[in-house]
């Protein structure tokens, strides 16, 4: 008799699947920051899930903004909002207005979305240039967009660079990682299993025994593989003619 695979138990909500999000302080984003104003870094904080450390602001009006902070920030620290800050670290202004050549995070993507691009540790995107069609900046990928004049993002470098470059050493820690961010590990291949547990199991050979290629609609049960593949393996060399 089978069984439910793991892409099925996933889909039906079990406990194991879900992210603890009741531990995590509190979101992160500018707003309700909108006009020039001042404020303090009143603490540095440690989140679930999260690799870089949590910068708690407290601006004039007594509010309170949570961002990834960039390296160099420290407790106390006075920080500046607005178009017109001055371009040092911390400080948060429009992109529009930042010189050149200058390392920013926590970047709004639209105007007014709070900050969405180059949050991750050890990020963050350059300041190419300024033109008509808006700023000019290159991404962590390597790619280059053009953002509204508007947007606004913070000066410096998201702390905790080379956090991915230490080993875990041991199983433990890579299961609380990825047990505080809601995801089952360790993950067993399919081919390992027996044929009741997973479509790709079975047999004494390791080896699907099946093409495992599957179309998008298939049924929950066999959809496992390359979903939706337009192509598998090495692309073919294609000469012109």
């Known amino acids: 008799m089978g069984k439910n695979i793991l892409v099925q138990r996933r889909g039906r909500g079990y406990f194991i699947f879900r992210a603890p999000t ?26 679930t899930a999260r690799g870089a450390p949590l910068a708690r602001l407290t601006i004039e009006s007594g509010e309170d903004v949570y961002v990834p902070a960039p390296e160099g920030l420290s407790v106390g620290q006075p920080i500046t909002i607005g178009a017109e800050a ?7 202004k429009t992109i529009g207005k930042i010189p050149e050549g200058t390392m920013i995070c926590n970047i709004e993507n639209k105007p007014g ?45 998201v ?23 809601g995801r089952k590990w360790p993950v067993v291949k399919g081919q390992a299993m027996i044929s009741a547990s997973h479509p790709h199991g079975g047999g004494r050979h390791k080896h699907a025994g099946k093409p495992t290629t599957v179309g998008r609609w298939t049924s929950p049960g066999r959809k496992v593989g390359n979903i939706a593949a337009r192509q598998t393996g090495r692309a073919k060399r294609r000469t012109a003619r």
């Open 22 to 47: 009741h531990r995590r302080i509190h979101p992160t984003g500018y707003n309700p920051v909108n006009v020039h104003t001042r404020g303090w870094v009143r603490e540095l904080l440690h989140e």
């Open 86 to 92: 001055p371009a040092e670290i911390g400080n948060i």
């Open 113 to 157: 979305d709070g900050g969405t691009v180059a949050r991750s540790s050890g990020s963050f995107a350059l300041v190419v240039s300024h033109t008509p069609q808006g700023t000019e900046l290159r991404l962590p990928s390597g790619r280059s967009v053009f953002l509204n004049n508007a947007c606004r993002a913070m000066i410096g470098v």
């Open 159 to 181: 702390a905790g660079s080379g956090r991915t470059e230490k080993p875990f050493l041991k199983a433990g820690p890579k299961w609380f990682l990825q047990r505080s961010r």
